[in-house]
């Protein structure tokens, strides 16, 4: 039979490891008690809590302006007090900083005060003794839009010999013009925008570098971009601009006449006139100039040449990606050699039909065609000798106005002054 033995609780306490855990279970407990029951009113501070701004329905907003800058690079701290289980677990989200904006009328900087609350369905058993810093520096001002034509600029660049480097430009004409949105006061410092691009070599050919944007003041310094939204034509955000460096040759090569509506007399003969600029300066890729030998003026209509009009304004017609370097836009061609030519006005009662077997004819004589010729083939002229070639493609039966080209069948040496038309009946 197994012998009972007596629990004795001095030996249990003489024993030094149940001692040692016994004395430490006390300990934590009454530390647990003191935290509790004696630190109450303990402190914690809760830095990088963004400051709100609000604008919206007030003066700010109501006169166009806005805050410059980014206004969520305003943050504070706050000090709190309160149980220290309770302040010890509170967050940024637990906070509510604002700035008052009442005491802002126009445009310019202001010092707000700062002001500490609870956010809703925060805790309530504390408090906010302190905020740090208790204002922040804001600058408000008219917010303007404004384009400005991108100039371009390279550095450091020449043409091999026998070239010429002409004026940089950029690349994509989509980014030539750019909108710039920004404050007012910072709006009216940009006096031009430039792309610069470091070309620092000899060129053989035109090349296209990258170009960093910089806005310039009046004085040349250079302004902070961060301080604007650039913008594209097309809305979109200023990408990588292009400076493109054109690299030319310039030649220089006679000008020429054109004649349009001759007469057959004409066609194998040259049509004598001068002109009041015989050559032209031109410059362009040098693989485009070495091909050009000649630039031609706007046509001259030989049915607008009479006796009291042979002097003609002619415009100069370049080919795509060619300069004219001497800036002449027009050029004064004074047909000659037509002075014993005359002119005679004659009825026109016949009409021909081209590439059309028709059955026309003339509803009404054309009246008051005016020819010019030489005055010895004038003299023998009929109005027999004349007829009306007109075209009747794609019309119908019935009564027609179409455009009558005058012919002569006695002589290739006259032609018609002026336009036009003939009343037609189609059966």
């Known amino acids: 039979m197994a012998v ?13 490891k149940i001692a040692i855990v016994i004395s430490l279970i006390v300990s934590i407990v009454l530390w647990l008690n003191i935290t509790v ?13 963004s400051v709100a701004i609000p604008i919206e329905n007030t003066v700010v907003d109501q006169m166009g302006m806005d805050i410059i800058g980014d206004p969520t690079a305003y943050t504070a701290s706050v000090v709190v007090k309160g149980e220290a289980f309770v302040v010890s677990n509170l967050s940024v989200e637990d906070i509510l900083i604002s700035a008052s904006i009442s005491n802002v009328t126009t445009s310019g900087n202001y010092t707000l005060d700062l002001r500490a609350t609870k956010k809703p369905g925060a805790r309530d058993n504390f408090e906010i003794i302190s905020i740090s810093p208790k204002t922040i520096n804001v600058k408000f001002d008219y917010i303007d839009t404004k384009q400005f034509t991108l100039l371009a600029q390279a550095i450091g660049h020449k043409a091999e010999s026998g070239l010429i480097a002409e004026m940089p430009f950029v690349s994509d004409s989509n980014n030539a013009t750019l909108t710039i949105k920004g404050a007012r006061t910072d709006i009216e410092k ?14 053989s050919a035109s090349e296209t570098f990258k ?10 310094k250079e302004l902070d971009q961060s301080l604007f939204t650039i913008t594209t034509a097309d809305g979109l955000s200023a990408p990588d601009i292009q ?20 007469p057959e007399s004409f066609k194998n003969k040259k049509i004598t006139h001068s002109l009041s600029a015989s050559t032209l300066l031109i410059s362009g890729p040098p693989e485009s100039i070495d091909n050009i030998k000649e630039i031609n003026l706007s046509e001259i209509d030989f049915r607008q040449i009479s006796g009291n009009n042979q002097k003609f304004e002619t415009t100069i017609i370049l080919p795509d990606g060619v300069k004219n370097k001497d800036n002449i836009e027009t050029v004064s061609v004074k047909v000659t ?23 026309a004819k003339l509803s ?7 020819i010019i010729g030489p005055e010895s083939v004038l003299k023998k002229l009929k109005a027999s000798d004349l007829y009306a070639e007109v075209e009747l493609e794609g019309i119908q039966s019935g009564e027609h106005t179409v455009s ?9 040496a006259v032609w018609q002054i002026g336009e036009y038309t003939a009343s037609v009946n189609i059966g």
């Open 4 to 16: 009972k033995k007596n629990f004795n609780l001095r030996k249990l306490l003489e024993n030094k």
């Open 211 to 220: 170009g960093e944007l910089k806005i310039l003041d009046t004085t040349g």
């Open 37 to 49: 029951t004696e630190s109450a009113d303990s402190e914690n501070t809760i830095s990088g809590i």
């Open 404 to 412: 009558a080209n005058i012919i002569c069948k006695s002589s290739n």
């Open 337 to 359: 050699g037509l002075e014993k030519y005359t002119v005679k006005t004659y009825t026109v009662n016949q009409i021909a039909v081209v590439n059309n077997s028709a059955n």
């Open 364 to 370: 009404r004589a054309i009246r008051n065609v005016k």
């Open 243 to 262: 400076v493109t460096v054109p690299i030319y040759k310039e030649k220089i090569v006679p000008i020429v006449a054109q004649f349009i509506n001759a």
């Open 190 to 203: 940009i006096s031009k925008v430039i792309a610069v691009a470091e070309v620092n070599k000899t060129l």
